[in-house]
């Protein structure tokens, strides 16, 4: 596999219509929101897990053919419940280069193995900053009732509250280090798979709160000069509506502004090696000339 020699940032905006993006379940699993800003936010966390599912459910990184997910749950030995942390390493013979070779999301994100005898920790080389809106979203609380009775023999259905938001655009920044990829091998296809997998795996989220996903923009720097970076993208895209940020409802409403970034990129054109976009045509953007 080609190793990596110099550094990527990237860009990921995708939308979510009458969905849960990211759930916090300290708080009733609403929606995370950033309770100054208005802004709505979702870990990296979310993200690394339509990745992961991605990898394992559509790219064939499901245990065969000497590739697989580690980060997966996996029924337990003992015949009931799932494997700690432990017992998964296992399943490699105790070998953290065995895990490093078949595991796709360790070489990306990293991880801590706790092998027998010491543990192992790889600093990830894709490293991604919380994902937050770019407009002031709207919660709103939907109740309903449950299909079954609240119980054994009572007439009256349970109740459910959910939390959803209308509409938000989301918006993460990360950064793939070319030094983090050489200890834990990866190499320039898993990368290709990476991108493949974030735009893809979001568009084919299923669940019943994810429904609504949809990928909109992906912009993929690689970068000339080794250990060069800009940082920030993501403060240089703006959505601009002529309504008020809670009453937008889907990506019809408003346009991407991109002219913030692309002034930014051209400061640094001499220094940049590649750049790549992949953009949902339905959405309107300006600012972009390049």
Same mark, same amino acid.
């Given at each position: ?48 897990? /339509? ?106 259905? /349970? ?24 200890? /834990? ?16 795996? /979001? ?88």
């Amino acid at each position: 596999m080609t190793p990596i020699s110099h550094r990527e940032e990237f860009l990921f905006l995708y939308d979510v219509t009458m969905a849960n993006p990211n759930g916090d379940p300290l708080e009733e699993n609403k929606p995370r929101i950033d309770e100054a800003s208005g802004l709505n936010l979702v870990t990296d966390v979310r993200l690394k897990r /339509t990745i992961r599912d991605h990898f394992h459910d559509a790219m064939g990184h499901d245990g065969r053919g000497g590739r697989d997910i580690f980060v997966r749950q996996t029924a337990s030995d003992k015949g009931t419940g799932i494997k700690d942390g432990k017992a998964r390493v296992k399943d490699f013979g105790d070998d953290s280069e065995a895990i490093l070779a078949r595991c796709i999301d360790i070489r990306l994100f990293g991880g801590v193995l706790p092998l027998n005898k010491r543990s192992f920790t790889f600093t990830g080389p894709a490293q991604l900053k919380m994902g937050r809106s770019l407009h002031r979203v709207h919660l709103m609380h939907l109740r309903g009732t449950g299909a079954f009775a609240s119980s054994d023999g009572n007439q009256q259905n /349970t109740f459910r509250d959910e939390y959803i938001l209308p509409y938000s655009l989301i918006c993460f920044y990360g950064v793939i280090n070319e030094h983090a990829a050489k200890h /834990t091998g990866l190499g320039r296809d898993d990368v290709d798979l990476f991108y493949e997998a974030m735009w893809e795996g /979001t568009r084919n989220l299923l669940s019943r709160s994810k429904m609504g996903h949809m990928p909109r923009f992906l912009l993929r720097l690689r970068h000339g000069d080794p250990n060069f970076f800009i940082g920030d993208l993501d403060h240089l895209v703006r959505f601009r509506s002529e309504l008020d940020d809670e009453a937008i409802r889907k990506h019809e409403d408003g346009l991407l502004d991109l002219s913030a970034l692309a002034e930014e990129l051209a400061k640094h054109e001499d220094r940049i090696e590649t750049i790549e976009i992949r953009q949902d045509e339905r959405l309107k953007v300006v600012g972009w000339n390049r």
